[in-house]
């Protein structure tokens, strides 16, 4: 079952500079521990020790958050697309930010 | 009666305005609530009066003391116009570069500004003003990120003024940004409409400001309770100028960016509830207008060109 995951910037140290790569599982969590047998490590950055998900971590199952899909038990299907990204300070301030970071 | 004594009282009770043809159907139907009807064209109108209100009533603000804030955006465009009137003094703090129509903006109504270095993005600009806050203890840094006030504005105006101009509200959508609008409205329409949903759209923004150096310097505002929340949606550039253009063509509404994005986690549940054979009024929030982003080019031309453009644009 293949599944497209989106890498943030941050984490693609584990990836190989991926900023995107594949994966499999029927659900987040199924998917997380398929991820981490290729990318050694990645699955601890995204969970607490406690086995919850990271306070500053957002993923998103086409488009949608998955703390509000059931979390880490969130049900994945062939063809889904995954996006993780850290929490960052919102609205135009986020933005204002990007435009000044890039000068 | 739509007379005023001052431009403050013509804050909020806003226009909710229907979409005839972006509407799935007759039983399932889409409200935008046009927040650029406020003094300075932003919802944020809202959130800077109330602010300044509190801090009055609390004995925090009198007149002549000076406001430090950070940011850039609708919220520091409203306190520089309620300080004004009021008289404070605001200093905004922002990271360098920020686009010349906002500081122009914002001087214009007689706020200073202090930049902060590029490189430590948002973060950076609000650790530096609670910094300079902390240097000058006579000055009351307002926060929006953590300021309850920002949340009761909404649950004291926008939240009744919704329900009132539509009782028979199911869905209600808003952009995620300070969390505050989300959570006011949100909070008011659970205690009153049951069954209600109450859905986050989040602009989903460059890769630049994601591009922190580790997780731990994440920020989730103060004032999110994940509890108000029904759904959440990440919505990319791409979509939120494609909603933002057919906004303009086909129901004639010009608006901002974010309300693009906005409207497109709106349609989903719409023709999710139309799928489903439910009837429905989904309600969403304009935040502000298109004028400040007219500079951007992302009105015209190719949904490629309009999406690099705003790539690292204030748009929300």
Not at chain 2, 58 to 83: F, H, K, Q, W, Y
Not at chain 2, 139 to 168: C, F, K
Not at chain 2, 205 to 234: C, H, I, M, Q, W
Not at chain 2, 240 to 255: D, P
Request: negative net charge; contains cysteine; charged residues 25%.
């Amino acid at each position: 079952m293949a599944i497209e995951v989106r890498i943030p910037t941050i984490l693609r140290s584990y990836t190989g500079g991926a900023k995107t790569v594949e994966g499999s599982g029927d659900t987040i969590a199924d998917l997380l521990t398929d991820l981490d047998s290729r990318h050694s490590g990645i699955k601890a950055r995204l969970l607490t020790p406690e086995g919850g998900l990271h306070r500053f971590v957002n993923v998103y199952v086409n488009d949608e958050d998955v703390r509000f899909l059931g979390a880490l038990d969130a049900k994945l299907s062939d063809g889904d697309s995954v996006t993780i990204l850290p929490a960052v300070a919102g609205g135009a301030f986020a933005f204002a930010a990007a435009h000044a970071l890039r000068g | 009666m739509a007379r005023y004594e001052s431009v403050l009282d013509a804050c909020g009770n806003t226009p909710l305005v229907g979409l005839p043809r972006l509407s799935p159907s007759p039983e399932v139907r889409l409200w935008a609530k046009l927040e650029d009807r406020n003094p300075t064209g932003s919802v944020k109108d809202r959130v800077a009066l109330w602010m300044v209100k509190a801090a009055e009533e609390a004995g925090r603000l009198r007149p002549g003391d000076t406001i430090i804030e950070p940011t850039s955006g609708n919220t520091g465009i409203a306190l520089a116009m309620v300080a004004k009137l009021r008289g404070y003094r605001l200093v905004c703090v922002m990271p360098e570069n920020v686009s010349s129509e906002r500081t122009a903006l914002l001087r214009m109504y007689g706020a200073e500004i202090i930049f902060s270095e590029a490189a430590g993005g948002s973060n950076r600009a609000v650790a530096v003003a609670k910094e300079i806050a902390a240097e000058h203890p006579d000055w009351v840094m307002l926060y929006q990120y953590g300021n309850e006030a920002n949340a009761r504005a909404h649950y004291e105006s926008t939240g009744p003024e919704i329900l009132r101009d539509m009782p028979t509200i199911t869905h209600f959508v808003a952009g995620l940004g300070t969390t505050g609008t989300l959570m006011g409205i949100g909070r008011y329409l659970r205690e009153k409409v049951e069954d209600i949903e109450i859905i986050a759209a989040e602009p989903r923004y460059g890769e630049l400001v994601y591009g922190l150096r580790n997780l731990d310097e994440g920020y989730v505002p103060e004032l999110y309770d994940a509890k108000v929340l029904t759904r959440r949606f990440s919505v990319g550039t791409r979509d939120s100028v494609l909603r933002t253009r057919q906004l303009v063509e086909v129901e004639g509404m010009f608006v901002g960016f974010s309300a693009g994005a906005v409207l497109h986690a709106a349609l989903a549940v719409a023709h999710q509830a139309l799928k489903a054979g439910k009837r429905a009024d989904v309600v969403f929030l304009v935040a502000d207008g298109g004028w400040k982003y007219l500079s951007t080019g992302a009105y015209g031309g190719t949904l490629a060109d309009a999406e690099s453009a705003l790539d690292g644009q204030l748009w929300a």
